[in-house]
């Protein structure tokens, strides 16, 4: 669609402006103001310069944080991606069972994010979860709590269960935008099962698995609460990912400094990752324009 | 041959998917002696105690009570600022609309323990700390980008020539917006409404940093029962079961928008 040039549309986006840059803009100022900053209490600051990014940058812990963060996303994306596609390829198309399906789909999707925590934390206990305890039964040393393997398998299959339904949901929405003329047209040609899906119904859900993806990416970087819950990060510090870390930093150490390079560090990685994304999208959308 | 399989697929799947929540069900019409002493799929005495402790404990639903109040602000304010700068975003090209368009997914996508900390200070600082509206107002960061997104997909889908007829009939800007404009775009103000409440109703650490007593949420509440010793794991997996209530009642009347909403607005 046109747009008209009209700078007076300014006016309406002005209350979004002032309540984000409320919302965001302060709050970042103090981010950066703490970072640096040395202070040792009543409010009084000591220039720092760029200390607290130089301990930050070098620290093990970051490092280790970080990696099990991208490690963990990395996985996420493997399993979820492919699954969630598979998934929408086998939904029932219309009917009473389509919209069935979607309905259960989405039901994990809108669980808050502490109670789907608390579901695997109960399913997963050996004394009193279906999952432990069936494990258990059958002979697999299974136990979250002491094993730094199981507690990695129990939040990865936790964070399948909590989010492959939105990449199915995503693929499924782009699925059905494909004509039937399509694939009509692939029968005629007497195209396989194969070709089918690599030269309809990939390229026609590119746009939407694009999104999908930088979404689980996104959030599965930042994720906080389930593991929080599920394990607290440990045991040890096996599954402290980005944010968990961070949380533990400045609300439980209260170690505002390097907590507030942290933060920025990690703030410019999404504000990077953000970039290509909207960028991407936007070209994707003047493609179908034209 | 195809059909059968599929069905295979799927019931697999949704099983996978229903079983944990069926697991919590269970655990939450048992007994704490029956959780701990027994195994069983079924419960064996039925008991409704855990919700009723729950239903009669103020300190358990006044949580509920905060979270549905500071979501409801939530909502209210979010709809209110998203709505005019959507319609702007999806009608007009004005100066340095890209970036801020930009600008707001940053939001989005910003880590809130990131923002945590600050947003402490700040509500401290003004006196809002551990009040509904400080909450509603940090979730905000990241409810009005969302709304504005979600919105400005769907305005796009309304023929401009609408807004043009109604300006020469004579609507001034707010009377067609309001009257003519909003009616048109029911369905997505619902969506937006509805993932603003969702992503609110499921945010864990804002809330709990933001408050501690008066406006002290439903999952703050939680999580201060997990760490407690002697665990009373027939409560939690009750207070568990009734958070996911609301968010299964609406399921059904956005379900055909739900990717749509999660897509941005863009499918």
């Known amino acids: ?290 | 041959m195809r059909i059968k399989s599929s069905a295979v697929v799927m019931t697999i799947y949704l099983l996978f998917l229903l079983i944990p929540i069926y697991w919590l069900i269970n655990m939450s019409l048992k007994t704490n002696t029956e959780i701990t002493s027994t195994f069983s799929v079924f419960p064996q005495t039925f008991t409704l105690q855990n919700y009723v402790t729950i239903l009669s404990d103020p300190s358990w639903y006044m949580g509920y009570v905060n979270s549905i109040i500071y979501v409801t602000m939530n909502v209210v304010i979010s709809l209110t600022v998203a709505l005019p700068a959507a319609y702007a975003f999806s009608r007009y090209n004005f100066m340095g609309d890209k970036h801020l368009f930009f600008w707001l997914l940053t939001n989005r996508m910003a880590p809130p323990a990131v923002f945590a900390l600050p947003f402490f200070q700040l509500y401290s600082s003004v006196g809002l700390f551990d009040t509904h509206i400080a909450i509603a107002l940090a979730h905000c960061l990241f409810n009005v980008p969302l709304a504005v997104w979600i919105l400005e997909g769907f305005m796009r889908g309304v023929p401009k020539e609408i807004d043009e007829t109604a300006y020469i009939d004579g609507y001034s800007f707010p009377k067609f917006f309001v009257k003519i404009f909003m009616p048109l775009i029911a369905s997505g103000i619902g969506v937006a409404a509805f993932f603003c409440f969702m992503f609110s109703w499921v945010e864990l650490l804002l809330s709990r940093t933001l408050a501690t007593v008066n406006a002290k949420s439903i999952a703050a509440t939680m999580t201060r029962t997990v760490s407690a010793s002697g665990m009373d794991w027939g409560v939690l997996a009750a207070a568990g079961v009734l958070t996911i209530v609301p968010g299964a009642l609406v399921i059904y009347f956005v379900r055909n928008y739900i990717a749509k909403g999660f897509a941005l607005g863009r499918v």
């Open chain 1, 1 to 290: 669609m046109d747009k008209t040039l009209n700078n007076k549309a300014w006016f309406l986006v002005l209350p979004v402006l002032v309540l984000v840059a409320f919302s965001a803009v302060l709050p970042l100022m103090t981010v950066v103001n703490y970072a640096f900053n040395d202070t040792f209490g009543q409010n009084k600051f000591f220039w720092a310069g760029l200390d607290w990014f130089e301990e930050m940058v070098t620290s093990d812990r970051l490092h280790q944080a970080l990696g099990r963060q991208i490690l963990f996303s990395a996985i996420i994306l493997a399993i979820e991606v492919p699954l969630g596609i598979f998934i929408a390829l086998n939904m029932p198309k219309k009917g009473f069972f389509a919209s069935f399906c979607l309905i259960l789909m989405a039901l994990p999707l809108l669980i808050p994010f502490n109670v789907v925590g608390t579901i695997w934390q109960i399913f997963g206990r050996v004394d009193i979860g279906l999952l432990g305890h069936t494990l258990a039964a059958i002979g697999i040393d299974y136990n979250y709590t002491n094993d730094p393997i199981d507690a990695w398998i129990t939040v990865i299959i936790m964070d399948v269960w909590h989010w492959t339904s939105l990449v199915a949901l995503l693929a499924y929405a782009g699925l059905q935008s494909i004509p039937q003329a399509y694939y009509q047209a692939a029968r005629i040609d007497q195209a396989n099962r194969w070709s089918v899906f690599r030269y309809i119904e990939l390229p026609k859900m590119k746009g939407v698995l694009l999104i999908a993806i930088l979404l689980r990416f996104m959030d599965s970087f930042m994720i906080y609460t389930e593991p929080f819950v599920v394990t607290g990060g440990g045991p040890g510090n096996s599954t402290t990912f980005l944010s968990i870390d961070l949380a533990k930093m400045a609300t439980g150490q209260f170690d505002l400094g390097p907590a507030a390079a942290f933060s920025l560090m990690y703030f410019l990685v999404i504000l990077l990752i953000s970039w290509v994304f909207f960028t991407v999208m936007t070209n994707l959308d003047r493609e179908e324009n034209h």
